[in-house]
Nanobody
Framework: VQLQESGPGLVKPSQTLSLTCSVS??????????WNWIRQPPGKDLEWMGS???????HYSPSLASRTAISWDTSKNQFTLQLSSVTPEDTAVYYC?????WGQGTQVTVSP
């Protein structure tokens, strides 16, 4: 299984951050698989943001739920993250994860 994040590396404050995770080697709809977004701000711990299940069920971190939307395109075997109203505190390396596999991560900086 391979996961690869893609998206802009720089986002302006108040805009929406959008990232895509392209998955190869397994279908998103494989039974019992959960697909996650996790981030790590500089100098801080990993933070789980949310996930989408093999059946399309969604779960979000309570602290981010009001700003987070996860979706998927099963025809492309991709799932996406949207984080709205970003601030510099959303600067982080963002990972897509299907435990135990991780994408390589993508740096997103929020700056004017």
């Amino acid at each position: 299984v391979q996961l690869q994040e893609s998206g802009p590396g720089l986002v302006k404050p108040s805009q929406t951050l959008s990232l895509t995770c392209s998955v190869s080697g397994v279908s998103l709809t494989t039974h019992d698989y959960w697909w996650n977004w996790i981030r790590q701000p500089p100098g801080k711990d990993l933070e789980w943001m949310g996930s989408i299940s093999y059946s399309g069920a969604l779960h979000y971190s309570p602290s981010l739920a009001s700003r987070t939307a996860i979706s998927w395109d099963t025809s492309k075997n991709q799932f996406t993250l949207q984080l709205s109203s970003v601030t510099p505190e959303d600067t982080a390396v963002y990972y897509c994860v299907r435990v135990p596999e991780w994408g390589q991560g993508t740096q997103v900086t929020v700056s004017p």
